[in-house]
């Protein structure tokens, strides 16, 4: 191969990580600025001091939820609807978790492929949106309260 076909390539390749770096940083800079405007309301009003989990639900409305320790060490769900400016605040202590919503998703739909959590406020109560795939490949959320676990909804066949 020639040097200058060399060269060629190389630059190419150089370009080409450099779109996609670009790509992938213009993407991310949505969410960084959401968990960031989130985090700043949750210390003034929870004392929420740093983010363990961030979360995105897109149901009726939009709420970006911050899990993460207060003051006091103790673990708090925070979340935050930046049409309204809403906001609403409870501790975690006794409340479902991440890991939990998916347990209870995978044994309430035992033929699904679960996917992944979003805690969030729908009907102003703190909801898990899990996501699945149900045994025809159609995507599905299967909501639970994040309260007790109990069931909420479930929207099949997106």
């Given amino acids: 191969m020639s040097k200058r076909l060399f060269n060629f390539l190389l630059g190419a390749v150089i ?4 779109a996609i770096w670009s790509v992938y940083l213009n993407s991310q800079s949505f969410t960084a600025h959401a968990q960031a405007e989130t985090l700043v309301k949750a210390e003034q009003e929870s004392g929420v001091m740093w983010v363990d989990h961030f ?13 993460g320790p207060d003051k006091n060490k103790e673990e708090v769900f925070f ?3 930046p049409e309204t400016k809403k906001t ?9 978790t991440e890991k939990n ?3 209870i998703t995978q044994h309430d739909l035992p033929k ?3 996917g992944e959590a979003r805690l969030g406020v729908d009907n102003d109560q703190f909801v898990w949106e899990v996501s699945f795939t149900d045994e025809k490949g159609h995507l599905g959320y299967h909501y ?3 309260t007790n676990g109990e069931w909420y909804e479930t929207i099949n066949n997106l």
Wanted: no cysteine; charged share 20%; hydrophobic share 40%.
């Fill in 15 to 18: 370009l080409i990580n450099i």
């Fill in 55 to 67: 979360y995105i639900l897109n149901k009726k409305s939009t709420s970006y939820t911050i899990v």
């Fill in 79 to 81: 979340s935050y609807d």
């Fill in 88 to 96: 609403k605040t409870t501790k975690a202590k006794g409340m479902v």
């Fill in 101 to 103: 919503a998916l347990s």
């Fill in 112 to 114: 699904a492929k679960v």
């Fill in 144 to 146: 639970l309260k994040a």
